[in-house]
C-alpha cells in the first residue's frame, strides 16, 4: 500500500511489458498523479495494467513549473508516482529536479528499482562489471564529442553510454578513429523480439551497422572496454600467480588476491585476466 505525502520513483519496462514488478503496478494504480515524460506514450502502458490513474507530463521543458506545483500537492498529501517513457526515471530522462525539491522540502521520496537499459546491457556485454562508469548520452556538438570519446583513452574501467539511431553509425565511426579496434559491444532493442548484441573491434560493429540499413535502428547501449593494460605494468610472476589462481578460483578473486600481493591495481590484472583468455 502506498503512503500519502510521498513521491514514488517508478521504473517502466523497456520493451517486454512482463517486466514490470508487482510492486510498481500497486503503486501506478494507488497513487493520486501519475507524472509522465509522454503522457500519450505512458497511456499505452497504463491501458494495458487497466490503470485509470490521472496523469500528467513531466518533461525538459515544463519540469520547473510542474516540479512547484507536485511539491504542493504532495505537502497536500497526495501520492505521486514518476515515470519515464521507459526504464528508470532521471537515468539520461527528466526528474532531476524535482526529486531535488522533494528532498529539499522533506518530502518522502521512495524509489522501486526496475528496468534500466544501462545495467541490462551491461550485465549481458561480457566486459568488465566490477567498475564502470555510465556516461548517459555524448554531447551533440562535434568537438565536445569527441573531446568526451578521447577521455576515454585511459579509462581502467568500461564505459557505457546511450546514443541514438541517428548517430550510432558516427559514434562508432569515432571511437575507431580515436580509440583504435578497442573492444566495444552495442546492444539495441533490449527485451523486445530483436534484441541484438554486437561485440567486437569498431570495424566489426561498423561492418555490422552498414551491412543493412535496419541495422541503425532502435535505441542503443553502447560499451567500451577499459583501457588495455602494457605487459610492461605488469611483472611476470604477478601474470604466472594470476593464471595459477585462475585454475582453482574466479578471475575476480585471483585479480583481487594478486593486486593485494603486489601492490597492483586490481582492474589491471583483471583486465589482464580477459585479454589473457580470449
Sequence with gaps: ?????????????????????????????????IAAEDTRHSSRLLQHLSISTKTLSLHDHNEDKRAAMLCERLKGGEAVALISDA?????????????????????????????????????????????????????????????AVSALQDRPYTSVFYEAPRRILDTVTLIQRVLGERHIVIAKELTKTFETYVSGSAQDVINYLTSDAAH?????????????????????????????????????????????HYGLKKNALYQAGLDAKQ
Design 87 to 147: 526504464g528508470t526515471p532521471l537515468i539520461s530522462d527528466p526528474g532531476f529536479i524535482l526529486v531535488r525539491r522533494c528532498r529539499e522540502q522533506g518530502i518522502p521520496v521512495c524509489a522501486l528499482p526496475g528496468p534500466c537499459a544501462a545495467i541490462t546491457a551491461l550485465s549481458a556485454s561480457g566486459l568488465p562489471t566490477d567498475k564502470f562508469i555510465f556516461e548517459g548520452f555524448l554531447p551533440v556538438k562535434a568537438q565536445a564529442r569527441e573531446s
Design 216 to 260: 541503425q535502428k532502435g535505441e542503443f547501449v553502447v560499451m567500451i572496454s577499459p583501457a588495455p593494460v602494457s605487459e610492461q605494468e605488469i611483472p611476470s610472476e604477478a601474470m604466472s600467480l594470476l593464471n595459477t589462481l585462475c585454475e582453482h578460483i574466479p578471475l575476480k578473486k585471483a585479480a583481487a588476491v594478486v593486486a593485494g
Design 1 to 33: 500500500m502506498t503512503k500519502p505525502a510521498t513521491l514514488y520513483i517508478v521504473p517502466t519496462p523497456i520493451g517486454n511489458l512482463n517486466d514490470i514488478s508487482a510492486r510498481a503496478i500497486d503503486v501506478l494504480g494507488e497513487v493520486s498523479w
